[in-house]
């Protein structure tokens, strides 16, 4: 997963904040509601990409 986390990072397609709120996520601490407006398609895309869609759910 750590790889994966990584590939993303240095795409530059996706902002590092994404990539940061994504990991929060998995981790527990935060939610897809707690994502800025602004930003939560990018958090969805790369919860998609790291294989958990279910935590991109509303």
């Not at 994404?18 to 601490?29: E, F």
């Amino acid at each position: 997963m750590f790889n994966l986390i990584i590939k993303i990072l240095f795409r530059k397609e996706v902002g590092q904040m994404a990539v940061i709120y994504a990991t929060l996520i998995i981790k527990g601490k935060k939610t897809i509601a707690d994502v800025p407006v602004k930003i939560r398609e990018q958090v969805k895309q790369v919860l998609i990409d790291l294989e958990v869609p279910e935590l991109a759910e509303e």
